[in-house]
């Protein structure tokens, strides 16, 4: 029995998929994952065309987003611009248990 290996960009059909996943691991990864991840997105999507929409070569893609690289900024944004995607901040929650500096030095 012949099995091949899973390819996460077979799944990143639709921008609601690509943007879950990305989002998924925004939240979960570290820099390296986020790399990784946007790296899986642009294979899904054709590094052909995101080439041609970035002005960057794919060989300097490929560089860009290989295991233990460190892109530039403007590297990634362009990358996530011809992806279709952009980067939004939201608060992040903080769980009940932890009390906010302010509200600590106050009592002290």
Do not use: W
């Amino acid at each position: 029995m012949e099995t091949s290996k899973f390819d996460v960009a077979d799944y990143l059909d639709s921008n609601e998929m690509i943007a879950e996943y990305l989002n998924a691991v925004l939240a979960e990864g570290n820099e390296s994952d986020v790399i990784t991840a946007i790296g899986h997105i642009a294979k899904s999507i054709g590094m052909t065309k995101i080439s041609q929409e970035t002005g960057l070569s794919r060989p300097s893609l490929y560089k860009a987003l290989s295991e233990g690289s460190k892109p530039q900024f403007e590297t990634i944004m362009k990358i996530l611009r011809a992806i279709g995607g952009q980067i939004q901040i939201n608060p992040m929650t903080v769980p009940k248990t932890h009390h906010n500096r302010a509200s600590c030095s106050a009592s002290k």
